[in-house]
């Protein structure tokens, strides 16, 4: 040990800081390069860390992060290694270890001198702050879809709720003089058959213009005590038949003594509805549909769970926008989910969606526990 010490001075220690510095610079170089991803950073890394080391020839280096592995092309476990924790507030969230595929002798840390302990432990702090910040952006990015998000649904709301109040007299007028002329004497069949269906669709009409204003928050709810669990179990009767027509099996996972709500059991009632008939859609060839309701700290949880066809990205992105629909033209308005959406959010609540395509869909409605008891009627 002493004469291989002895050997790493003068000319041959310079050498090796310039090793040292050299890969400094290359990870420097690494972490400025906005087009890298965060794995490919990493690989990056991993690849410039031999070359920094005494026996740089017989050196391996990996990063490990997350599940994953970033290692040189070669890299296999060695008896001689030298490692650093990636820590993230006080917690461990990788390493960073370099090993020789041969033994070496003894030197400061195994076969190791004390530079390259504080290399690599410099090294593993650099890489946590790569890490945090690719975090942070992400998270700031995210955040920000969430506000366009939110302000294109405000905005569509504004838009929906000015249609839905533009809309309203001339449906009543034309709804009002069907039935008054529904009434006249001595009318044929096919003129009454004709008015049946004026009326018909006046009030198909009608309906999308209330979903518009509920999507819009602007139709008034008329809240009271309710137990989630008996709108469940009220709504899935009249859809059990159904899931069984279609070959899905139906699962309820209620929790017990849950706690009241202050909420309208109507508008409730049609976000299970419209949430369990997209699971149902969703799963042509049969299918498994969980319903579960959960109390967590102040809220409670509706979760609608199937095993459906999924969704990507984008169709997330866009399915509580009114008239939105990947059905085929006649199969839905596309006011489903906006009218789910509208509920949840006049009710103080939220909603969450995750799918993954050829993997089904789950959503989560969380609506606070409302401590007030007295029903208000009107709001």
């Known amino acids: 040990m002493e004469e291989v010490k002895e050997n790493l001075t003068g000319d041959l220690a310079l050498r090796e800081r310039v090793k040292e510095l050299t890969c400094l610079y290359g990870i420097a170089q690494i972490t400025t390069n906005q087009d890298l991803s965060l794995d490919d950073t990493l690989l990056g890394i991993a690849r410039l860390l031999p070359s920094a080391w005494l026996h740089s020839e017989i050196a391996r280096a990996r990063i490990v992060f997350d599940g994953n592995t970033y290692a040189t092309t070669d890299f296999i476990g060695g008896k ?41 432990d410099t090294i593993a702090r650099e890489v946590a702050v790569i890490i945090e910040k690719q975090q942070v952006d992400m998270e700031k990015v995210r955040l920000q879809d969430q506000m366009r998000h939110s302000d294109r649904l405000a905005t569509v709301g504004q838009l929906a709720a000015g249609v839905a109040h533009e809309l309203n007299e001339p449906l009543s007028n034309m709804l009002g003089f069907a039935q008054l002329a529904k009434k006249s004497q001595g009318l044929p069949k096919s003129t009454e058959h004709d008015i049946d269906k004026i009326i018909e669709a006046s009030l198909h009409a009608r309906e999308i213009v209330k ?17 989630l669990n008996q709108i469940v179990q009220d709504g899935l009767y009249f859809l059990k038949s159904r899931c069984e027509k279609e070959g899905i099996e139906l699962v309820r996972m209620l929790a017990p ?23 149902i859609q969703a799963m042509p060839a049969g299918g498994k549909l969980t319903i579960k309701t959960v109390v967590i700290s102040d809220c409670i949880s509706l979760i609608v769970e199937d095993t459906g066809v999924g969704m990507n990205d984008e169709t997330i992105k866009k399915m509580f926008i009114p008239f939105f629909t990947t059905k085929e033209v006649g199969q839905g308005t596309g006011l489903g989910l906006s009218l789910v959406h509208g509920i949840v959010t006049s009710h103080g609540g939220t909603i969450s969606v995750q799918s993954k395509l050829g993997h089904g869909s789950q959503f989560e409605i969380k609506l606070p526990i409302n401590k007030q008891t007295e029903p208000t009627g009107d709001e």
């Open 211 to 227: 979903k518009l204003l509920l999507f819009s928050r602007q139709m008034p709810t008329k809240k009271n005590k309710v137990n």
């Open 257 to 279: 003594n849950l706690p009241e709500i202050h909420a309208d059991s109507g508008q409730l009632h049609q976000v299970l509805v419209n949430l369990v008939v997209n699971a």
């Open 80 to 120: 001689q290694s030298i490692s650093s924790d990636i820590n993230i507030d006080g917690k461990k969230i990788g390493l960073v270890e370099v090993v020789y595929i041969e033994e070496k002798p003894l030197l400061d840390e195994g076969p190791f001198l004390k530079e390259e302990r504080n290399l690599i």
